[in-house]
């Protein structure tokens, strides 16, 4: 599977982006998806998750600003994120593992986009 992440930008605080990721294969449907993200200096940290079967986990920090979905049929995955603080800036990637359920630890994921940078200016 091949991710191919996009949508970052930047934007000033208090706005939204919408972050995308493409996914390649013809199972993408059975793929548990999420969204990690890397500020500079800190580890990488879970921002949410959604199973094949649309079972969806936040982060503390962005639950009620964010929203994943996806859709099947494009085989791509969205993260929508509102209110945006200069603290969410950073790279965004997007994971994927095969009938993968909620985890926060990054060597669950098999699969990795190349991230896609989201700066927010306060």
């Known amino acids: 599977v091949q991710l191919q992440a996009s949508g970052g930008g930047l934007v000033q605080a208090g706005g939204s982006l919408r972050l995308s990721c493409a996914a390649s294969?013809?199972?993408?449907?059975?793929?548990?998806m999420g969204w990690f993200r890397q500020a500079p200096g800190k580890q990488r940290e879970l921002v949410a998750t959604?199973?094949?079967?649309?079972?969806?986990n936040y982060a503390d920090t962005v639950k009620g600003r964010f929203t994943i979905s996806r859709d099947n049929a494009k085989n791509t995955v969205y993260l929508q994120m509102n209110s945006l603080k200069s603290e969410d800036t950073a790279v965004y990637y997007c994971?994927?593992?095969?009938?993968?359920?909620?985890?926060?630890?990054?060597?669950?994921?098999?699969?990795w986009g190349q991230g896609t940078l989201v700066t927010v200016s306060s």
């Open positions: 294969g013809r199972t993408f449907s059975t793929y548990g």
């Open positions: 994971v994927a593992r095969p009938h993968g359920y909620y985890s926060t630890n990054p060597e669950y994921y098999n699969y």
């Open positions: 959604i199973t094949s079967g649309g079972n969806i």
